[in-house]
T-cell receptor, first 116, second 114 residues
Framework: AQKITQTQPGMFVQEKEAVTLDCTYD???????LFWYKQPSSGEMIFLIY??????QNATEGRYSLNFQKARKSANLVISASQLGDSAMYFC?????????????FGKGTLLTVNP | AAGVIQSPRHLIKEKRETATLKCYPI?????VYWYQQGPGQDPQFLIS???????DKGSIPDRFSAQQFSDYHSELNMSSLELGDSALYFC?????????????FGPGTRLTVL
């Protein structure tokens, strides 16, 4: 079974500062993928970044980077230069490998508020 | 770029009624997933299809059924609706089921059961 833990129900950050959202995971799959999604108050799920378990380098997408520490089973999302529009719920999710494990398992989410 | 289309976007039903949610994946995507997100909750996997065959099943009530058609669109049928079925229902699609293929989510259908 796969499990995602997000220990920060809410986070606050000042505009233009960087923020790290924590995510730890547990799986017995040798191969897996880790995802971060953003969900604004309007409800849509927006894909941000992906990290494969065998990727040697941390994933980056614009202002988003994923701090992947495999031995610690953590996949923290770093948002640099926060903007007011970054205020949203952020979900960490995992996908396993093989057969029935392609579904996404989500954490409980972190509500990020960016203050002006 | 084309995105996942879901219809309707909003749906209001009475208890014990039926509802059908539709999902049109991104062109050439062969895998469809359905998720249910209750108020203040994280999305929960319901069911998935790969090449028109059911590929995985999660915590989907027996009152719900789904299928993927020859044009790859999918429908989620919900019968004997209960108050607890009120939720945001997402459809996601991907090209292939594994590998570095992110799941692209549709805008969701917000179902309210009165």
């Amino acid at each position: 079974a796969q499990k995602i833990t997000q220990t920060q129900p809410g986070m606050f950050v000042q505009e233009k500062e960087a923020v790290t959202l924590d995510c730890t995971y547990d799986t017995s799959d040798p191969s897996y993928g880790l995802f971060w999604y953003k969900q604004p108050s309007s409800g849509e799920m927006i894909f941000l970044i992906y990290q494969g378990s065998y990727d040697q380098q941390n994933a980056t997408e614009g202002r988003y980077s994923l701090n992947f520490q495999k031995a610690r089973k953590s996949a923290n999302l770093v948002i640099s230069a926060s903007q007011l529009g970054d205020s949203a719920m952020y979900f960490c999710a995992m996908r396993g490998s093989g057969g029935s494990n392609y579904k996404l398992t989500f954490g409980k989410g972190t509500l990020l508020t960016v203050n002006p | 770029a084309a995105g996942v289309i879901q219809s309707p976007r909003h749906l209001i039903k009475e208890k014990r009624e039926t509802a059908t949610l539709k999902c049109y994946p991104i062109p050439r995507h062969d895998t469809v997933y359905w998720y249910q997100q209750g108020p203040g909750q994280d999305p929960q996997f319901l069911i998935s299809f790969y090449e028109k065959m059911q590929s995985d099943k999660g915590s989907i009530p027996d009152r719900f059924s789904a299928q993927q058609f020859s044009d790859y669109h999918s429908e989620l049928n919900m019968s004997s609706l209960e108050l607890g079925d009120s939720a945001l229902y997402f459809c996601a699609s991907s090209l292939g089921a594994g590998g570095p293929y992110e799941q692209f989510f549709g805008p969701g259908t917000r179902l309210t059961v009165l």
